[in-house]
């Protein structure tokens, strides 16, 4: 089965598991409860000595289980849990294995939403350094006795900075450091953060995964290559679990359990439903974003394009030796931001919205929405200026797209 194709995997892969009724898709299981003929298997599945038991569906159901199969197979992992949310995903991982007096370091280039629980961590007493992870060197420099994590993006948005993936991995493998990556903007169509060494990867289901834009879901995948018998921060009950387990363990007792930010099973079966088409719309809309970047590179109303898809991208020969493409985002400036009002009212095709990786293009200014509670500072460290657009390309034809922006263009000229 491990021959099999990206996509051939997804669409046959719940079958492989016998489907109830030979359904060729996982049903959506409402049930809150599971109920046993035999009170042992009940106490088995409590103590973890079943495996694949369900008792409460707050730490999952078999639709819930089904997808995290179908992630841990596109991550090509050992093990996968889902979550409400890309942010629950990631709360979950920080909370449950970083402690108070521990440092994590992060690209300075990430999600406002995670810059922003970062804050948080530090209230809670966590150290957070952030850095210019373009280079491992910076990273390097900023670890600490206590550093326990690395924690990146694959592509940050909205600037399109790709942190030296590979570089960090090496760093974070000779000092023992768990190395977290968000592989949400490159998703596991374009890049496997496991070959660089990734110990556990985040996907926001929300984004590229599901792909419509209507249901809202996380995961976090252990690739199986960190040692958790040596990481310190794991509880003594869940040591007795074979060392590649512990992390996972930890995190779906005291983060899902606990914390409680489970995903539905209707939600789980709607992004199930999505990621068949997974690779095929990231495709496309790569090519719209490569498309997109080069006609507005070339137009005298635009001033700077980030997409790492350019030559002129700083981390495009990355780009080029990791990713199957530079995805569907894409930022650029307009040279006379006084005209980004009415420039993006005349666009017609792309929506004005917020949101990432869906089948239709959106657009939006990045400093007066995203990053507007983020301030002017944090904007500038960030190289986030007034006149910056974001967009997400959708699977539109191509020559729509562009036909539409040379039109609403002219306005900036
Ligand atoms: C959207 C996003 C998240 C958060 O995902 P939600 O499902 O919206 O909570 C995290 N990381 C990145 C890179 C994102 O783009």
Redesign the pocket.
């Known amino acids: 089965m491990d021959k099999q194709g990206f996509t051939t995997g997804i669409v046959h892969g719940d079958r492989n598991v016998g489907v109830e009724h030979g359904g060729v898709r996982q049903a959506i299981h409402t049930s809150v409860q599971y109920g046993f003929e035999r009170v042992e298997d009940l106490i088995g599945v409590f103590q973890g000595t079943k495996k694949g038991g369900f008792n409460y569906a707050r730490q999952g159901t078999p639709t819930t289980a089904a997808l995290e199969r179908k992630i841990t197979s596109l991550e090509q992992g050992v093990g996968s849990i889902c979550f409400s949310?890309?942010?629950?995903a990631?709360t979950a991982v920080f909370l449950t294995l970083l402690r108070a007096g521990d440092h994590l370091v992060s690209s300075k280039f990430?999600?406002g939403?995670?810059n922003s629980l970062f804050g948080t961590l530090r209230t809670l007493g966590v150290e957070v350094t952030v850095v210019d992870a373009t280079s491992a060197a910076n990273v390097a420099n900023a670890i600490k006795p206590n550093t326990r994590m690395v924690f990146v993006?694959t592509i940050a948005?909205p600037g399109t900075q790709i942190p030296d993936l590979k570089g960090i991995g090496e760093l974070c493998r000779e000092r023992g450091l768990a190395y977290v990556v968000?592989n949400?903007?490159t998703s596991p169509a374009l890049f496997l953060p496991k070959t660089v060494g990734a110990s556990l990867v985040?996907n926001?289901?929300?984004?590229t995964i599901a792909g419509h834009g209507a249901a809202?879901?996380?995961a976090v995948t252990d690739t199986g290559l960190f040692d958790w018998s040596a990481y310190p921060n794991i509880a003594d009950e869940y040591r007795r679990s074979a060392p590649k387990e512990q992390g996972l363990l930890q995190i779906r007792k005291k983060g899902l359990r606990d914390m409680g930010a489970a995903l539905s099973s209707e939600q789980a079966h709607s992004i199930a439903m999505g990621a068949e088409t997974l690779a095929l719309r990231v495709a496309k809309c790569s090519d719209n974003a490569l498309a997109l970047a080069k006609f507005l590179e070339k137009h005298e109303a635009i001033g700077r394009v980030f997409y790492p898809g350019l030559e002129s991208h700083p981390q495009y020969a990355i780009a080029q030796e990791l990713f199957k493409g530079a995805s569907w985002l894409l930022s650029f400036e307009l040279r006379n931001a006084d005209r980004m009002i009415e420039v993006v009212n005349a666009l017609k095709l792309p929506i004005k919205a917020t949101g990432?990786g869906d089948t239709r293009t959106l657009i939006i200014p990045v400093a007066p929405t995203i990053f507007y509670e983020a301030g002017p500072e944090v904007r500038k460290s960030m190289g986030i200026s007034d006149g910056m657009l974001r967009l997400s390309a959708g699977i539109e034809d191509t020559d729509d797209l562009i036909a539409d922006f040379d039109q609403a263009l002219k306005l900036a000229v």
């Not at 949310?85 to 629950?88: D, L």
């Open positions: 949310t890309g942010m629950a990631i990430v999600f939403n995670t993006e948005n968000d949400t903007i985040i926001s289901l929300t984004k809202l879901g996380g990432l």
